[in-house]
Nanobody, 122 residues
Framework: QVQLVESGGGSVQSGGSLRLSCVVS????????LMWFRQAPRQGREGVAG???????TYRDSVKGRFTISQDKDKNMLYLQMNDLKPEDTAMYYC????????????????WGQGTQVTVSS
């Protein structure tokens, strides 16, 4: 059974940092994408950063240079280091997985965590 469990969210002031973590268990596909999505109140869910089985990483433009996605395969962990946070980064953050390379179509992600809240105040 595949399970994804996020942690690390919280409340910070603008310019602060947070590190999100996601435990990925039971997911054994050799070709895969692990993606961080986020959803702000009254908005759609959007892709933030992804990493695939070829170690190719992708970021949405608004977080480039501020966010870094990484994984520790030995520990089955996915991370999102978020620096220089802005109020517009406020959202529920989800990790998701699919047994194929990354894309931004959230409907193609088979597995999701429950989310962790990030709140950035100005």
């Amino acid at each position: 059974q595949v399970q994804l469990v996020e942690s690390g969210g919280g409340s910070v002031q603008s310019g602060g940092s947070l590190r999100l973590s996601c435990v990925v268990s039971g997911f054994t596909s050799t070709s895969y994408c692990l993606m961080w999505f986020r959803q702000a109140p009254r908005q759609g869910r959007e892709g933030v950063a992804g990493i695939d089985s070829d170690h190719i990483v992708t970021y949405r433009d608004s977080v480039k240079g501020r966010f870094t996605i990484s994984q520790d395969k030995d520990k089955n962990m996915l991370y999102l280091q978020m620096n220089d946070l802005k109020p517009e980064d406020t959202a529920m953050y989800y990790c998701a997985a699919r047994p194929d390379f990354c894309n931004g179509n959230l409907r193609q992600y088979n597995y999701w965590g429950q989310g962790t809240q990030v709140t950035v105040s100005s």
